[in-house]
């Protein structure tokens, strides 16, 4: 019998016990084993009695991993990321056909993936896509995912992570926008972005050169924020990771040369435990190539601005 096998009261107990960890909740490990909150309470208390030590502290104020609960979860964790990558590989050599998952904000997948999804699926015809879409701030784990884009200062202990541009902004509109308010328009409407994240909740300021009376459009959704620019709504902000290429194509403008870079960085990031892929690692170069081949389309378009050097440029 292996040492494992006698080491635990059985399998099941890592499963439940991970469970508890990840969700650092009884209830909720209990709801997504589909088990009532008893049977998991009794199964941890059975593995702590078997281990002969805690792996959670319980008080009024929750639930908390000891510090050999900590040293369990990350093994555990390791090893089930481990056991579901070879899974995965089983399937891939089975089927012949590879799934990659990405993690993206619905604006980015709206406004710079759609207009070229039928060049991803040409250049990677074994694929199959899923994307899971953030409405809201870019943001949260990607552990479920094989790569996401997210705002982070870099790699860390538990994730690997790829730089793909610094946080750029740029006043956008459409021409026909642009050539109104050149024409003496009068009123501006700036369409703004609300969000909780400070970082994200910016009204767009194209400058002194936009004279006359303001109105506003707002949106939680940076998606719709976009979409309300392009139809000739008004100005908006234009973060460059998601407008690049409707600059690129010239059916977004800069509304002026205001340009703004940030401390942040855009990154494409995946959970070190979770195994890179060929093929994910194929899809991020070519997210990455794409990228700079549209900020280098609008950098020829609007050579003053020096968007290559705001983009990819060290701080």
């Given at each position: 019998m292996p040492p494992l096998r006698r080491m635990i009261p059985s399998s099941h107990a890592l499963f439940v016990f991970e469970a508890v960890a990840?969700?650092?909740?009884?209830?909720?490990?209990?709801?997504?084993?589909?088990?009532?909150?008893?049977?998991?309470?009794?199964?941890?208390?059975?593995?702590e009695r078997h281990l002969g030590v805690r792996l959670f502290d319980r008080s009024s104020d929750g639930l908390a991993l000891t510090e050999e609960g900590s040293l369990l979860f990350q093994r555990v964790t390791d090893g089930f990321q481990g056991i579901e990558a070879a899974l995965r590989e089983i399937d891939i050599r089975r089927t012949g056909t590879d799934t990659v998952t990405l993690s993206v904000s619905s604006a980015f997948a709206t406004h710079w993936l759609m207009p070229r999804i039928n060049t991803l699926q040409e250049a990677f015809p074994a694929v199959d896509f899923r994307?899971?879409?953030?409405?809201?701030?870019?943001?949260?784990?990607v552990d479920s995912v094989d790569l996401g884009m997210r705002f982070v200062e870099g790699p860390d202990r538990d994730h690997e992570a790829l730089f793909l541009m610094n946080e750029v902004m740029l006043p956008v509109c459409s021409p026909t926008y642009l050539a109104g308010s050149t024409a003496g328009g009068g009123r501006t409407t700036m369409v703004n972005l609300t969000a909780t994240s400070p970082a994200r909740t910016r009204e767009v300021d194209p400058g002194p050169g936009w004279t006359g009376t303001r109105a506003s459009l707002n949106f939680s959704d940076y998606a719709v924020v976009v979409q309300a620019a392009l139809l000739g709504q008004g100005?908006?902000?234009?973060?460059?990771?998601?407008?690049?290429?409707?600059?690129?194509?010239?059916?977004?403008?800069?509304?002026?040369?205001?340009?703004?870079?940030?401390?942040?960085?855009?990154?494409?990031?995946?959970?070190?435990?979770?195994p890179l892929r060929a093929s994910v690692a194929a899809v991020r170069d070519w997210i990455t190539a794409e990228m700079r081949a549209d900020i280098a389309k609008a950098d020829a378009r609007y050579p003053d601005l020096g968007l290559e050097r705001a983009c990819f440029g060290a701080p």
């Amino acid at each position: 019998m292996p040492p494992l096998r006698r080491m635990i009261p059985s399998s099941h107990a890592l499963f439940v016990f991970e469970a508890v960890a990840r969700n650092v909740s009884f209830t909720q490990a209990a709801t997504e084993l589909n088990v009532t909150q008893p049977a998991v309470s009794k199964a941890i208390s059975q593995l702590e009695r078997h281990l002969g030590v805690r792996l959670f502290d319980r008080s009024s104020d929750g639930l908390a991993l000891t510090e050999e609960g900590s040293l369990l979860f990350q093994r555990v964790t390791d090893g089930f990321q481990g056991i579901e990558a070879a899974l995965r590989e089983i399937d891939i050599r089975r089927t012949g056909t590879d799934t990659v998952t990405l993690s993206v904000s619905s604006a980015f997948a709206t406004h710079w993936l759609m207009p070229r999804i039928n060049t991803l699926q040409e250049a990677f015809p074994a694929v199959d896509f899923r994307f899971q879409l953030i409405p809201g701030a870019l943001g949260g784990p990607v552990d479920s995912v094989d790569l996401g884009m997210r705002f982070v200062e870099g790699p860390d202990r538990d994730h690997e992570a790829l730089f793909l541009m610094n946080e750029v902004m740029l006043p956008v509109c459409s021409p026909t926008y642009l050539a109104g308010s050149t024409a003496g328009g009068g009123r501006t409407t700036m369409v703004n972005l609300t969000a909780t994240s400070p970082a994200r909740t910016r009204e767009v300021d194209p400058g002194p050169g936009w004279t006359g009376t303001r109105a506003s459009l707002n949106f939680s959704d940076y998606a719709v924020v976009v979409q309300a620019a392009l139809l000739g709504q008004g100005v908006a902000l234009g973060w460059l990771n998601v407008v690049s290429h409707w600059l690129a194509t010239g059916d977004l403008v800069p509304a002026s040369e205001r340009l703004t870079r940030t401390a942040r960085v855009c990154q494409l990031v995946h959970l070190r435990a979770r195994p890179l892929r060929a093929s994910v690692a194929a899809v991020r170069d070519w997210i990455t190539a794409e990228m700079r081949a549209d900020i280098a389309k609008a950098d020829a378009r609007y050579p003053d601005l020096g968007l290559e050097r705001a983009c990819f440029g060290a701080p």
